[in-house]
RNA sequence: GCCCCGGUCGUCUAGCCAGGUCAGGAUGCCACCCUUUCAAGGUGGAGAUCAGGGGAUCGAAGCCCCUCCGGGGUACCA
């Protein structure tokens, strides 16, 4: 690879970032930053009846998330700006009056129907035939005559009739297709916005896009990005098309397959870290063993001769796994801050504190940040009062030895502990050693006062958790879990 | 219909290009250990006639041919 390596990442502001694209993404700035090259950021804006408002503020958004970040683009600009399409119009309708003038497009003026028809009509190949439509042989003197259809007209790229393309494609090898096979395709709609196909290659060779890695869904429209190089006399870029990323039913990624917006996995507890570990893991693999990949270590040996040929599905399974894996590797500041974002209420100073202590209790049970609240809910402010006091009494006790228990406990902590002497070592020894004088087995007496203190049962480690909450409320609640019992029995 | 790509445990994959030990790892599942619950951790297990069939070879998951299946593309969407 003599000169810099520049690839891109080109969405189209249509909606909510898929994770498929953002895969795309990924792909190519961990192949930039491989490289020592440059991502570029280009929104693709060229279809106006599909644009939603907010999309591309929602790419950039993952994109920063997941902490990738662009050498040209939006907000950061080049030397190649404008990067968005519907900025760039001039460029494409300059470029379509140069292939007019060589004779390698035209304008069409044929309805659609009238082309379905024809594409019908040509039951073998169902496809287009130039043959049907005139407008080709009419060449652009006859377009331009007829005042009729004037504003219908979209500009075709004339495709050589016979002869073969051919790609050498980074991925998938030699690929080649019958070039009187394919359509004239549109470069120019009629409202004067180029197809992607035109703007594509127009941009990548302006922005001087060394290789094209995108989705396998596009390898077959690359004879036509090849031909438009030709007839520009650009130098292609190297392609290299990328496996999809399906549903578990092998179909391409969509909507009906759940959660599919990267927003959504930010929104459901999802380490970014985690799920770049994962993404890159559907199609690249660095040695067939490891799994869990630093990022630098990731940057370090991603190349191309990784990539798998076959298309994945995402496993929701091994996701949920891996950021459990990251979870439990975060230092637990660090984690109690990820978490206090996931907990829906505004957090005091002392609660942020409080949660820091929280936090390693919860680490490794927590699967997904979005856990956090629930699994926190009886550490903070008073017990939901109104659990059911029948969960206190144990497998293999009554109600009566449970009330005997719980009082026994209490007036053990009232005379043997303080506030500030309530550690988790020392609340062991002294109810183990409790627990053994009451005929219970450890299994009954611990739970039951799991259940008491959190009013649920399971927890975190008992004494541990007893320390966390403290001895003012650890008190109050095995009174109030007492009651219950009294009302019980 | 036509064009193109793909096919190794349920899933992600290593091995394929430069044929040669029981096809390796991970996840998921099951069991056991640890254990005050849940997790985590540890150990073990089931799970792949390498899509199928031919062929060349002493030898094939790997090379060649055919078939099947899956997916993608066939728009004035990207």
Not at 138 to 151: F, H, I, K, T, Y
Not at 321 to 341: Q, T
Not at 430 to 450: H, K, P, T, V
Request: with cysteine; charged share 25%; net charge negative.
């Amino acid at each position: 690879m003599a000169a810099e390596v520049r690839v891109r990442y080109a969405p189209s502001p249509t909606g909510q970032p898929h994770i498929g694209n953002i895969r795309t993404a990924l792909f190519n700035w961990l192949f930039a930053r491989h490289h020592g090259g440059k991502f570029i950021v280009r929104i693709e804006d060229t279809d106006q009846t599909r644009l939603v408002d907010g999309a591309v503020e929602a790419i950039l958004d993952g994109l920063r998330w997941l902490n990738i970040d662009w050498d040209e683009g939006p907000e950061v600009d080049g030397p190649h700006a404008p990067y968005e399409q519907s900025n760039r119009l001039e460029i494409y309708q300059r470029l379509s009056e140069q292939l007019l003038d060589q004779g390698n497009a035209y304008h069409c003026h044929c309805s659609r129907e009238a082309l379905e028809q024809l594409r019908k009509a040509n039951r073998e190949s169902g496809s287009y035939s130039a043959e049907g439509c005139r407008c080709r042989a009419l060449g652009r003197a006859g377009a331009v005559g007829d005042p009729v259809s004037d504003g219908e007209r979209v500009i075709r790229f004339a495709m050589p009739q016979s002869g073969m393309t051919q790609v050498s494609d980074l991925i998938r090898g030699d690929v080649e297709w019958r070039n009187d096979l394919q359509e004239d395709f549109v470069i120019l709609k009629s409202d004067g916005f180029p197809t992607y196909h035109l703007a594509v290659v127009a941009d990548d060779h302006l922005m001087e896009i060394s290789h094209v890695m995108r989705a396998e869904e596009w390898l077959p429209s690359t004879p036509r990005h090849l031909q438009l190089y030709q007839a520009f006399g650009f130098q292609p870029p190297e392609f290299a098309h990328l496996p999809m990323i399906t549903g578990p039913d092998r179909a391409k990624l969509s909507k009906r397959h759940g959660a599919t917006a990267i927003g959504e996995y930010r929104d459901e507890g999802y380490l970014p870290e985690a799920l770049l570990n994962f993404m890159v893991l559907l199609g690249w693999s660095l040695d067939g063993s490891t799994e869990v990949v630093s990022l630098q270590d990731i940057i370090d040996n991603f190349t191309l001769d990784r990539i798998t040929k076959s298309a994945a599905i995402f496993d929701q399974d091994k996701l949920l796994w891996m950021n459990g894996v990251y979870i439990r590797d975060l230092p637990a500041k660090d984690l109690a801050e990820r978490m206090a974002a996931y907990i829906p209420r505004e957090l005091g100073c002392d609660e942020h504190k409080y949660l820091s202590n929280i936090a390693p209790l919860v680490q490794e049970r927590l699967k997904r940040l979005d856990e956090s609240d629930d699994m926190t809910a009886y550490l903070f402010g008073d017990l939901a009062p109104d659990y059911d006091g029948a969960i206190l009494v144990q497998k293999g006790m009554d109600a009566e030895s449970a009330s005997d228990a719980l009082r026994a406990t209490i007036a053990s902590l009232e005379a043997d502990t303080a506030p500030n002497d309530f550690g988790h070592e020392k609340l062991e020894a002294m109810l183990g050693e409790l627990g053994a004088s009451l005929s219970l087995s450890r299994r009954q007496f611990f739970g039951l006062l799991r259940t008491a203190s959190t009013g649920r049962n399971v927890s975190p480690p008992l004494f541990e958790t007893m320390e966390v909450i403290g001895r003012d409320r650890v008190m109050s609640r095995l009174h109030q879990a007492a009651q219950k019992l009294g009302a019980a029995v």
